[in-house]
């Protein structure tokens, strides 16, 4: 069909100039030597200087964990979700879905009024005991964690919810009717049938921790390096362009990697390319 | 009501606390009286709600990002939804791959696209133009205004179609007058997310403005690099009732069923 092709068209076109030319600008950036000409200096300044290879190791380091409180904390709230009357549903669907909404500024500025010194969290920590004077909780990997996980978590629930409400509710009851305690039916039915809702959870949790940027800079600061604030540094206040370029590039290959391996996923999810 | 059914509630109950707790943090502090923020306040007073309206800096960034929102929620929509209906109605090679493609900045980092649009910009003498703002939120919000109507168009009764083109209808006409009235509530959630990212947006926006196209976002980080007062507070809390509001009116008319997919 011609005409559908042509209907197709204007959103292609849209994302090939504005967003695939200038990705590929930026890679071509990337091997600009200094002197002029080509090479991979950018790359190897990346990798070998200690310094700026703390802010991959760090950004690794604080996804993994981001990702895997989410994957601990999701389960609940999916569970919930996918089992609840759609009228309740909705309810708890704009608790999730409201703050994706409200943005990362005002989510971190919260974070940081609630993590500081004198701030809830440690007011609560001291009121219950758990700690007798204030903790320090803004600019550590601890603070960034908590809230990339708060920011990440609904991203996880999302698909891992659609996934479990995919089972059907009998399975479960059948596996009980046959004495199967709760735990029992959590680790043979409902978690091996929501499996590859979880690994598309795990596969966008991970990509935009990785490239978070608002976060890490709000409640990091100077003290938890990661790759999205260096980028904006190097390109904005350093005016480093290859280099702020060739760390992208890091960034952008990875995240393309974990695309694919997400599209694959929803493919071996649904059973067949494209889906519906 | 066994125990573990208490024990589950109350775990999921302490988990949404979690979530919403820099939300309700904000909108506690934005009532304090005092120039710093107190937790809780000692005096409710709302002098920084004040203060965000008679500031012309805070004004002009809002206007900025309702604009650039507004422009954004409608290229998006308008290009997303044409190419959501080629895509779910018409069978064509890489489909797949062209839905992925489409909506690939969902998970590609927006830090890199900034970046980028920056680079691109300056090349062609566009930096901190109205113009290459809207372009980059429209990167960003292309893939929800996609989502939304690739799900429509994917549930739509296509026989509705059939029977107006057997009754005379041109293929136009049958789009404008029976298939758009009836999937009106996912253009609207769509429109309505794709304002939201746009208005909210800060990845994108760090690189691309410019003097006199600071968006809300940009000015409040800004703002907050010098002082500490609850002014940010009281902004953050408008956007919360903003958000909120929206996001419960789309579940009240329109529902959000495709988010839970």
Redesign the interface.
Same mark, same amino acid.
């Given at each position: 069909m011609i005409r559908a092709w042509l209907l197709l068209l204007p959103a292609v076109v849209f994302l090939g100039i504005f967003f695939g030319v200038p990705i590929a600008l930026v890679a071509v950036t990337s091997f600009i030597a200094k002197g002029g000409g080509l090479a991979l200096d950018q790359y190897r300044r990346f990798m070998l200087d200690g310094f700026y290879r703390s802010f991959l190791t760090e950004s690794i380091l604080v996804s993994v964990v981001t990702t895997a409180a989410c994957v601990v904390l999701s389960f609940p709230v999916a569970y919930q979700l996918a089992r609840a009357r759609s009228g309740v549903r909705g309810v708890f669907l704009t608790l999730l879905i409201a703050p994706l909404m409200v943005g990362d500024v005002v989510r971190g500025y919260g974070w940081l009024v609630a993590l500081g010194d004198f701030g809830v969290v440690n007011q609560a920590l001291m009121w219950l005991g758990v700690v007798e004077k204030p903790v320090r909780l803004i600019f550590t990997p601890t603070g960034v964690v908590l809230g990339l996980v708060e920011v990440l978590l609904p991203f996880m629930v999302l698909p891992l919810a659609a996934a479990i409400g995919g089972i059907p509710a009998e399975l479960e009851e059948a596996a009980r009717s046959l004495g199967a305690r709760h735990a029992r039916v959590f680790r043979k039915v409902v978690l091996p049938l929501s499996l590859p809702g979880l690994a598309a959870g795990v596969v966008i949790v991970f990509a935009l921790s990785m490239g978070s940027f608002a976060i890490p800079l709000f409640l990091g600061g100077v003290k938890v390096n990661m790759v999205g604030p260096l980028i904006f540094q190097q390109a904005t206040l350093t005016v480093d362009g290859p280099f702020a370029a060739a760390v992208s590039c890091v960034l952008f290959a990875t995240s393309l990697l974990l695309l694919i391996a997400y599209a694959w996923v929803g493919t071996a999810l649904r059973g067949e390319p494209g889906g519906r | 009501m066994n125990d573990?059914s208490i024990l589950?509630?109350a775990?999921?109950v302490a988990? #949404?606390a979690?979530?919403?707790?820099?939300? @309700?943090?904000?909108v506690v @502090?934005s009532l304090n009286d005092g120039a710093t923020?107190a937790?809780p306040p000692k005096r409710v007073s709302l002098r920084w709600f004040g203060a965000f309206l008679t500031s012309r800096q805070f004004m002009e960034a809002t206007w900025v990002s309702l604009e650039v929102a507004l422009v954004t929620a409608i290229v998006a929509l308008?290009?997303?939804t @044409?190419?959501a209906?080629?895509?779910a109605?018409?069978?064509?090679p890489f489909?797949?791959i062209?839905?992925? #493609?489409?909506t690939?900045?969902?998970?590609?980092?927006?830090?890199?696209?900034?970046?980028?649009?920056?680079?691109?910009a300056a090349?062609l003498g566009a930096s901190g133009s109205l113009g290459a703002l809207v372009?980059?939120h429209?990167?960003v919000a292309?893939p929800y205004a996609?989502r939304a109507m690739h799900a429509a168009f994917?549930q739509y009764d296509a026989t509705l179609d059939e029977a107006a083109a057997t009754l005379g209808a041109r293929?136009l006409r049958t789009f404008f007058r029976v298939t758009l009235p009836l999937v009106k509530p996912s253009l609207i959630a769509g429109g309505v997310?794709a304002f939201?990212?746009s208005?909210?947006?800060? %990845?994108i926006s @760090?690189?691309l403005v410019g003097p006199g196209t600071t968006t809300l976002?940009v000015r %409040? #980080?800004n703002y %907050?690099e010098f002082s500490n007062d609850p002014t940010?507070?009281a902004i953050?809390t408008l956007?919360?009732i903003a958000?909120?509001s929206?996001?419960?009116a789309l579940?009240k008319t329109v529902?959000?069923g495709g988010?839970?997919?």
């Open positions: - | 573990r589950f509630r775990v999921t988990i #949404y979690f979530l919403l707790l820099p939300i @309700a943090v904000v @502090a923020l937790f308008v290009l997303g @044409a190419a209906w080629a895509l109605r018409r069978a064509m489909r797949f062209a839905l992925q #493609y489409l690939s900045p969902l998970i590609l980092p927006g830090i890199v696209i900034g970046l980028a649009l920056l680079q691109f090349r372009i980059g429209t990167v292309l996609v994917t293929p997310f939201a990212i208005f909210s947006n800060i %990845m @760090a690189f976002p %409040m #980080y %907050m940010i507070a953050a956007v919360v958000m909120f929206g996001i419960w579940h529902g959000l988010f839970f997919r």
